[in-house]
């Protein structure tokens, strides 16, 4: 089959359905809601809401089929060089297998020093944890200061919010900002003697995250002595050399087979450990393990990562979508959107294949999100009645960690899914304003306004309570969610080129500054901008 040959159902079924009314689908196919539900890991899955008919759904798994979801799946567990354009494996699974596992990175065994490196964060934490590892003056450490930008933020952030509540041994709070107000908020009132300084970059060499650790170092330098300072700064990093030049005390390592956005899982949620303890960590990977033991095991048409990968497609590029809006039900998950904005749009907002021609099919569309019900009252006017369709996507907690009921968070969750598919009509408008006793010049006059098209997708997620093991799965469900996406398109999700331009640009810029003047060849605007911002 060609390239093009493995999308001609799909794009049938596309053309054949597209205005298909979701709701009239339930009727159609009685079995459709086990169909499209789905459960993995302590996530339960509900598509049935998605815009696919019967054989729309068939015609999306005869895609993943064809285009070898299970063969790279292979390929990815096996640890080949996924990865094309950098010669690496990307093997995020083995940092969250068992103790038995025994994975290999283009060959190399990994698993042991997974295992090692797991061990020592351990011991780290506990020792952090109970007060036998101290800073220069000897008291004990009372809060980190995660350092970091990125995957080397993203991942430990929503970790951090969501497992607060699980009574941390220390404080924790993140800088990932150049903009010094960012470190000086996470410095308020923090004393040197106490505070230790994670600094997470995987290649120590990001701009963002090395201004914000000169600035750690010398708010420490300022506060303590000479002998032991290096105890309040540790480097997280796949490039140790580099974080023991720039001052780090310790270092933990990953390997470059784990992406940044992919290493949540890896040594990058050291402080998450130490302030929430190994044990939790623990819970977080078997969660994640979970889920990529369901995604290895289950057939595509029960495949929780599979099922959704296939309905963004369906709605992205069969549908001419190209926009999702995530919503958690949930405080705790309150910045998941922007750690899918970096894990999908990171990896799969690509415009080539994997050997280079340019592709012809829709790849990521924008993803965005508030957490419910903050998003209802903002941009949601727009999901319910604009002229574009935006499918949601809903993350329920049934009962929020700290023990209080999530009804009131989950029942606007499935009014909003119901809203969407079922709209309201102009005849139950006029209804409405009728029984209110509305004049009936002004009944003409709102009913339009008042009408809701209807007929717009949602997937909702559920989870009983956001403990370690559900939010490990959520992440790992996604992750592998993308995955899967970019096999389809047959797209590298695993380099991230287009984020390298403006970095070398930005050096250039800031040359320019030092210099005191634009370069010459500097493009009108770009050279007006910097003049006026020199002053
Ligand atoms: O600029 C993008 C990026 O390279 C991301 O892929 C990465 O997660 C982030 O920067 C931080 O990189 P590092 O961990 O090397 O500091």
């Known amino acids: 089959m060609t390239d093009a040959d493995i999308w001609t159902g799909f794009d049938a079924a596309a053309a054949r359905d597209a205005d298909a009314r979701i709701v009239d689908q339930f009727a159609a196919d009685p079995d459709r809601l086990a169909r499209m539900s789905v459960e993995a890991a302590g996530l339960y899955l509900d598509l049935s809401k998605q815009s696919w008919t019967r054989d729309a759904f068939d015609a999306c798994l005869d895609l993943a089929r064809a285009a070898g979801v299970e063969a790279g799946r292979a390929r990815l567990f096996g640890g080949e060089a996924v990865n094309n354009t950098e010669g690496r494996a990307v093997l995020h699974p ?10 290999h990175a283009l060959g190399e065994a990994v698993s042991g020093e997974v295992q090692e490196v797991r061990q020592a964060m351990a011991t780290f934490a506990e020792a952090v944890r109970a007060g036998r590892e101290t800073g220069a003056t000897g008291r004990a450490f009372q809060t980190l200061v995660h350092i970091g930008i990125g995957g080397s933020d993203l991942g430990p952030r929503v970790v951090w919010d969501a497992l607060k509540p699980l009574n941390p041994a220390l404080d924790l709070r993140f800088v990932a900002n150049i903009d010094p107000r960012d470190m000086a908020e996470a410095l308020t009132d923090l004393d040197p003697e106490t505070t230790l300084v994670v600094v997470v970059s995987k290649t120590f060499t990001t701009q963002e995250t090395l201004a914000n650790a000169e600035v750690a170092k010398a708010w420490l330098a300022a506060g303590l002595p000479e002998t032991g300072r290096d105890k309040h700064f540790i480097g997280v990093t796949a490039a140790p050399d580099r974080a023991a030049a720039f001052g780090c005390g310790r270092t933990f390592g990953f390997r470059d087979w784990v992406g940044g956005r992919y290493s949540l899982w890896s040594a990058v949620s050291l402080s998450c450990v130490i302030a929430l303890g190994p044990d939790v960590f623990d819970g977080l990977l078997a969660g994640a393990r979970a889920m990529d033991d369901h995604f290895v095991e289950a057939p595509l048409e ?93 993350v329920i907690v049934a009962e929020t960690l700290d023990g209080a009921a999530g009804a009131p968070l989950w029942s606007n969750a499935l009014a909003q899914g119901q809203a969407l598919m079922l709209g309201k009509t102009t005849d139950q408008a006029r209804a409405e304003l009728e029984a209110a006793g509305t004049a009936a010049e002004d009944i003409d006059q709102l009913a339009a306004h008042k009408t809701f098209p209807g007929n717009r997708p949602s997937t909702t997620i559920v989870m009983e309570h956001l403990t370690p093991q559900t939010l490990g799965a959520l992440l790992a469900l996604y992750e592998h969610k993308t995955f899967v996406e970019g096999v389809i398109w047959d797209i590298n999700s695993f380099d991230q080129w287009g984020v390298e331009l403006g970095k070398v640009l930005a050096k250039a810029i800031l040359a320019d500054v030092s210099a005191g003047a634009p370069s010459s060849g500097l493009d009108p605007s770009t050279a007006n901008l910097l003049t006026r911002l020199m002053g």
Not at 94 to 103: H, I
Not at 302 to 314: H, S, T
Request: some cysteine; charged content about 15%.
């Open 94 to 103: 083995a940092l969250r297998a068992g103790n038995d596992a025994d994975f």
């Open 302 to 394: 029960q495949n929780a990562p599979v099922l959704m990968a296939l309905a963004q497609i369906w709605n992205v590029d069969g549908l001419n979508r190209p926009a999702r809006t995530v919503a958690p039900y949930a405080h705790g998950l309150r910045r998941l959107a922007a750690f899918l904005q970096q894990l999908e749009m990171e990896s799969n907002g690509k415009r080539v294949h994997r050997d280079g021609r340019p592709v012809t099919r829709q790849t990521c569309p924008v993803v965005f999100g508030e957490p419910g019900t903050n998003g209802q009252h903002a941009f949601f006017q727009q999901i319910h009645q604009g002229p574009q369709v935006v499918p949601a996507e809903f």
